[in-house]
């Protein structure tokens, strides 16, 4: 028996001692038991009770005083009976109620109290101790029965009888929490494994030294390794305690905040109870992820059997039990699999058949495993094992059914999922059926549902009204046709319509995917609601463009739970296709600008209207465009989500193009302004109406060789199985060009010789102009806000630089591909923005002086000027321009400009011409080059690609002769022989990185540089004399030897 | 089921419509519009019979069209639930169609003893062959849900029941 001792203990007790100690305790728990036997009656009862008064009471700070009143009213005053004689059971209580369980004690000595305690007390009671203070005085044997008896009485007639009937509530919960008065908890270190015992060890201490140790309370945790916690005012006392112990390490003693102290002392709700047909997952170990059913239930043990899946590789089993060489680390876990005996038999495997003793149950004993119908019974501990949250997959469950083929059990493991079922499961209305217990296969309407109770509306006649039923008997229940939706498991949010009914689960045609679910009645709800609810799946959203798998591609228009709809990139006909995620290669995100049907240019946002195909006259914004392919949205469209796919030719632009000005920026950023071939000006189009040929220099920007030059015209493919089509340069690599096919939308290779040369016929095409077409009258309001801020920039910078470079400033004020002049200085000025948007103006600026004025009596300045005078554009001067669309437009009837301006061109073109030595480059027709134009562009020093008598030779200018042609010397480095080639001979050869340039064009004409590096179409120059660093179009950069 | 019900819709008539054959104009405008349509309450629009009445008109600011709400008679086809009907078979899957509802027939509505014959001509076949399910067969079928989009009637169907399943087939016809 555990009894105050009043002779004082050594502070170290040695170990033989502690044993000794121990085995005394066990000794005095038997003497207690029968002295209490002696004491009889309701005495000994009242005081065992008492004895198991928790400590917790004393948090009670009225309880505690009241504690102090019994104390003095049992004549035993100090403190030290107070708190000193405690009996060893109170400590022990202690430890039952940080184990939720009261029969989970491993101690024997423990266990003897807790059996008195069960045999005492009711359960119930086990709460409400906590509320009792321990009992002050613990008397000896031979001490006053009768006073302690009477005391006890007094006491419990007051307190205890009236705190039995009441609830406790909230509030008192409240106040029982400690405070800053109350003492404090410790945490103290101690060894691992040794918490109990160490708590223990305190326990005697205690006894042996009584009020010395000053602390309250020891608690040692299960879950808590390495600590214990002790409860005492103040650190020193806790110290003091802890001296001597072997396994207390007090080192470092933390004190536990007040906010924590009721943590400590929590118990963990396991509110899941384990029972039989539980599905639960196995935490570790192989098994680690599987699914398994609870068999058995051993709470005491804290061990569970569970049924699995066998993962076991029989080979390897029948090595081990022969004794062989076992591979210690398994390289992979075996697959689950049922155990077949006779497969074992046949490795020569013991299998034993046993008979469990207690159900009865025969089992398969293999190398100390049990099976049974092929699963295997584990008995594990109940914390290897999860039992929340667990939503066996239908597959899980089907596998788990299979061997048994028993409906019955089948239903009983459904009925167990329903354990997880959320909130709000059941609505009123819900169709639902009893699943279990008498009223099973009842039907009925939920009419109300309250806590865990489902009030239904039965089906069946002659039944009361409504009958509550709980909700674990319930499962929905719905009929074929209904359609439903899925709000929770792997399926969730799809939609569908139920085709079929097999007991708790339904087979769901999908809506979107026209594919079978099958999901349980449990997760799904009745719904008129079509739509998937969800909007994206990864990183793919309904609307977005996407590439498919073969290269093919199109708009996302219904995002399903696995799936998606894609309307297809065909024009021809509306092609939806199913796609699943893995089928997508990735999200088109590029902005690509086409041109339509009269070669406007269209973006992204633009309105279009269908001018041909199926959707003939549907008009919207267009959403995405690629591979010349315009995916539209018209809302009035109703099918596809309201997408039209449609080819951009036969499209046409309906109002102004929205996004002009920001796509300006974005060019700007992208290609430095320069490279807007679609969106560049009205002049190549006059061009291409009068004289198509010519037109080409413009086209080609005037630039060095033919390489970049061809990139976007359109050319037509001479030979190989390409042959005759016809489609536009997007790339150039050596002698390869990439092209892409008008007609069949996709790219191909094809060796540059086998591409047409006059193909440049159809490229002015390409070079929409807005303000040619004159017919575009609706563009242009959308426009006009813009010029307003063009004309300071034309004033500031192009104007001033005509009037300084005259000639070869004009033409490329002229020629929108030649933009880098004036715009140029303008840009480096550091106005980019401004700069943004010149380039579309450019073409606008013709009409200025600078257009004039370089060919006087060439009948040419006078031509454009008369055009665009016909066009009904005040032409004077700039800043007049600069207003002059909005009066423009809406006279200007669409024929009229073009006709006109076709016929007045083409005596310019020729002058046009010249400034585009890219022409020569190219090789191209236009035999009219060669007048006056290289001025700006063959320069001496540049490295040259010289074409003389059909075969290539690198060469350096020498000299530019007055005619246009150059006097080459051959090599790379000049070296060889001189020779005078035709402009339309020589190609300048394209820099690269780190090669030395020329500038050939721009106010920096004729400056040296490197070529530091190449940003699309534009190369970043680091100037030779000054060491800047200039940003400029390659095409004016010709590399030197 | 067919239904011959009146509907009203009020036609927006452009200007130039007007004149003797306003009228005329506006009927065949109105059956231009309405018929093949479907609306999820009264399904498809087969037909316009008759006209009942048409109203006055009404000019709409600033765009000169008039407003004439048209009364009219129309059969109109709407399945339901439950209903029997016939139909061709389109898809194997499979689809049929009984005029422009499109009804699918899932695999677990079709008799167990069908089963499914991938290949060329993909069909249902029983296990005795003497029943074939194949494009264009016409079959009875029963409804057993539908789902109304603005646009389209959905139906599922089976033929898993006592006198339903082909009644028609192309081969053998």
Redesign the interface.
């Known amino acids: 028996m555990v009894r105050r001792r009043d002779e004082e203990d050594d502070d170290v007790e040695d170990e033989d001692y502690e044993d000794e100690d121990d085995q005394l305790l066990d000794d005095e728990d038997y003497d207690e038991d029968e002295d209490e036997g002696r004491g009889g009656g309701g005495s000994s009862r009242k005081r065992r009770r008492s004895d198991f008064i928790d400590d917790v009471a004393e948090e009670d700070d009225e309880e505690d005083e009241d504690d102090d009143d019994e104390g003095y009213g049992g004549g035993r005053g100090g403190r030290r009976q107070n708190k000193a004689p405690r009996s060893g059971s109170q400590f022990f209580d202690l430890e039952a109620q940080v184990d939720s369980d009261d029969e989970e004690e491993e101690d024997e000595g423990e266990d003897d109290f807790i059996v008195d305690n069960g045999a005492d007390l009711p359960d119930e009671d086990v709460g409400r101790r906590l509320h009792r203070r321990p009992l002050p005085l613990r008397e000896d044997e031979q001490e006053d029965v009768e006073a302690l008896e009477r005391s006890i009485q007094a006491r419990y007639a007051r307190s205890s009888h009236t705190e039995y009937d009441e609830e406790t509530t909230e509030v008192e919960q409240q106040a029982l929490l400690p405070s800053v008065r109350d003492p404090k908890l410790w945490m103290v270190k101690c060894a691992i494994g040794r918490e109990r015992e160490t708590a223990v060890c305190l326990m005697q201490k205690y006894i042996d030294k009584g009020s010395e140790l000053q602390i309250r309370s020891v608690i040692a945790l299960d879950h808590l390794k390495n600590y214990i916690y002790i409860e005492a005012d103040k650190e020193a006392h806790v110290r003091e305690a802890v001296k001597g112990l072997r396994n207390i390490f007090a080192t470092k003693i933390m004190l536990v905040p007040i906010k924590e102290m009721t943590d400590v002392l929590s118990v963990e709700s396991k509110a899941i109870d384990l029972s039989r047909d539980t599905w639960v997952r196995m935490k570790i170990g192989t098994y680690k992820g599987d699914l398994a059913q609870v068999v058995d239930v051993d709470n005491v043990r804290q061990r569970v059997t569970v049924k699995l899946i066998p993962r076991i590789d029989l080979q390897a089993l029948a090595n081990k039990l022969e004794g062989r060489e076992v591979a210690k680390k398994k390289a992979f876990v075996p697959p689950p699999r049922f155990m077949n005996v006779d497969e074992a038999r046949e490795l020569h495997i013991r299998v034993e058949r046993r008979r469990d003793p207690m159900t009865g149950d025969y089992f398969e004993n293999i190398g100390g495993m049990l099976f049974k119908d092929g699963f295997l019974y584990k008995t594990v501990s109940m914390k290897s094992i999860s039992a929340q949250n667990i939503k066996p997959t239908f597959d899980e469950l089907e596998k788990f059914r299979t061997p048994s083929e028993n409906g019955e059990s089948e239903m009983v493991g459904l009925s167990t999922l329903f354990a997880n079922r959320k909130k709000g499961h059941f609505m009123k209305g819900d169709a639902v059926i009893v699943v279990k217990g008498d009223l099973k296969n009842l039907k009925g309407w939920v009419e109300k549902v309250e806590e865990e109770n489902v009030h239904i509306r039965p089906e069946m006649k002659g039944l009361p009204k409504t009958l509550a039923v709980n909700e674990k008997e319930l499962c929905k229940y719905f009929e074929p046709g209904n359609h439903v939706k899925v709000v929770s498991g792997t399926k969730e949010g799809a939609t569908g319509m139920v085709v079929k009914v097999e007991q708790h689960v339904l087979i769901i045609l999908s809506d979107t995917t026209k594919e079978h679910i099958r999901v349980f009645a449990d997760d799904v709800v009745e719904s008129s609601e079509v739509t998937t609810g969800v909007t994206k799946i990864g990183e793919y959203e309904l609307h977005d463009l996407v590439l498919l798998d073969n290269n093919s591609f199109g708009v996302i228009i219904r995002v399903e739970s696995e799936a998606f709809q894609v309307l297809k990139g065909v024009p021809e006909r509306p092609e939806v296709s199913l796609v699943k995620l893995r089928e997508i290669k990735c999200k088109l995100e590029k902005k690509f600008n086409v041109q339509d049907r009269y070669r406007n240019t269209v973006s992204v946002k633009d309105v279009v209207r269908i001018l041909e195909g199926p959707c003939k006259g549907k008009q919207g914004p267009v959403e995405h465009i690629y591979k010349g392919v315009l995916f539209v949205y018209d809302r009035h469209h109703l099918e596809h989500a309201g997408f039209i796919c449609a080819k951009a030719d036969s499209c046409c632009i309906v109002g102004g193009s929205r996004s002009n000005g920001d796509r300006n920026g974005e060019s700007f950023s992208r290609f430095g302004g320069f490279k807007t071939p679609p969106r560049i000006p009205p002049s190549p189009r006059k061009f291409s109406r009068g004289g198509p040929p010519f037109d080409t220099g413009g086209r080609h920007r005037g630039g060095r060789g033919g390489h970049d030059a061809l990139v976007g015209t359109t050319v037509k493919i001479r030979q190989g199985p390409f042959k005759g089509y016809r489609g536009r340069v997007v790339d150039i690599k050596g002698q390869s060009v990439r092209v892409e096919l008008e007609s069949q939308m996709k790219v191909v290779t094809v060796d540059r010789n086998f591409i047409s040369d006059n193909v440049v016929i159809s490229t002015p095409y390409r070079d929409t102009s807005r303000y040619g077409m004159g017919s575009e009258t609706p563009m242009h309001p959308s426009r006009t806000p813009l010029h307003p801020y063009m004309t300071p920039m034309r004033d500031a910078g192009a104007t001033p630089i005509h009037d300084g470079m005259r000639t070869p400033m004009r033409d490329r004020a002229w020629n929108p591909y030649a933009p880098m002049s004036p715009p140029r200085d303008n840009w480096e000025e550091g106005n980019p923005a401004s700069w943004g948007t010149s380039p579309q103006y450019q073409p606008g600026s013709p009409p200025s002086r600078a257009y004039e004025a370089p060919t006087p009596g060439s009948g040419w300045a006078s031509t454009p000027g008369g055009n665009y005078s016909e066009a009904g554009t005040p032409r004077d001067s700039s800043s007049a321009y600069a207003n002059a669309p909005s009066p423009y437009m809406p006279s200007t009837p669409s024929g009229q400009p073009m006709t006109p301006s076709s016929g007045s061109y083409i005596p310019g073109t020729p002058g046009g011409q010249p400034m585009t030595p890219g022409t020569g480059g190219l090789d191209i027709m236009s035999p009219v080059i060669g007048t006056d134009n290289e001025g700006p562009w063959f320069m001496p020093d540049i490295l040259v690609n010289v074409r003389k008598s059909g075969d290539e030779t690198l060469g350096v200018i020498q000299e530019v002769l007055p005619d246009g042609s150059c006097k080459v010397a051959l090599g790379s480095n000049g070296s060889g022989d001189t020779v005078i080639a035709l402009p339309s001979e020589m190609e300048i050869v394209a820099p690269r990185k780190s090669d030395k340039i020329k500038i050939m064009g721009g106010s920096l004409r004729g400056v040296t540089g490197k070529l530091i590096g190449v940003d699309g179409t534009d190369g970043i120059v680091r100037i030779d004399d000054s060491l800047d660093v200039k940003i400029l179009d390659l095409v004016i950069l010709a590399k030197l030897p | 089921m067919f239904f011959h019900i009146v509907l009203e819709r009020n036609m927006q008539l452009h200007p130039r419509h007007f004149g003797r054959n306003l009228r005329e104009n506006l009927v065949s405008k109105l059956m231009k519009d309405v018929e093949g349509t479907c609306s999820g309450r009264h399904g498809f629009v087969v037909a316009i019979t008759g006209i009942e009445n048409v109203g006055k008109g009404l000019i709409r600011d600033g765009t000169g069209f008039v407003t004439f709400p048209v009364k009219y008679q129309c059969v109109v086809f709407r399945p339901f639930?439950g209903e029997v009907l016939e139909a061709v078979v389109t898809m194997m899957g499979f689809f049929a169609e009984a005029g422009p509802v499109q009804i699918?027939v899932?695999?677990?509505?079709i008799p167990d003893d069908m089963e499914f014959q991938s290949g060329d001509m993909p069909n249902y076949t029983t296990s005795d062959g003497s029943v074939k399910i194949q494009k264009d067969s016409e079959v009875r079928l029963k409804?057993?849900?539908?789902?109304v989009?603005?646009?389209e009637i959905f139906c599922?169907g089976?033929i898993k029941d006592d006198f339903l399943g082909v009644i028609n087939d192309p081969t053998t016809a």
């Open positions: 639930k699918f899932s695999n677990h509505l409804i057993i849900g539908t789902r989009d603005a646009t599922i089976t």
